[in-house]
């Protein structure tokens, strides 16, 4: 089973950053495309953005396009999401997985395991 462990959650102001990690153990992380999904309270779990195994091309959806950057460590095992100009908006539980990378990006494209997630809350 693909498990996945995300981490670097927290709560911002407007306008601030963070890093979420999603590290893999027991598997060897770069052999898989990898998206990072939110689900904000009272709404469905949608995506965010991937990055493939093959080429390491990205994804991301409209919303976050400029703000947020997707990138890999193979050395470290680890998929990071580097999160700048957050808004009230961004504020939800944020899950990373194995999926097929595109443009569709959704749950329906997820093949691996969910895990706890990480909250992050962008409020003053």
């Known amino acids: 089973q693909l498990q996945l462990v995300e981490s670097g959650g927290g709560l911002v102001q407007p306008g601030g950053s963070l890093r979420l990690s999603c590290a893999a153990s027991?598997?060897?992380?770069?052999?898989?495309?990898i998206g990072w999904f939110r689900q904000a309270p009272g709404r469905g779990r949608e995506g965010v953005s991937c990055?493939?195994?093959?080429?390491?091309?990205?994804y991301y959806t409209d919303s976050v396009k400029g703000r947020f950057t997707i990138s890999r460590d193979n050395a470290k095992n680890t998929v990071y999401l580097q999160m700048n100009s957050l808004k009230p908006e961004d504020t939800a539980v944020y899950y990373c997985?194995?999926?097929?990378?595109?443009?569709?990006?959704?749950?329906?494209?997820?093949?691996?395991?969910w895990g706890q997630g990480t909250q992050v809350t962008v409020s003053s």
């Open positions: 027991g598997f060897t992380l770069h052999y898989y495309s």
């Open positions: 997985t194995a999926v097929f990378c595109s443009e569709g990006l959704s749950v329906g494209t997820a093949f691996g395991a």
């Open positions: 990055i493939s195994s093959s080429n390491s091309s990205t």
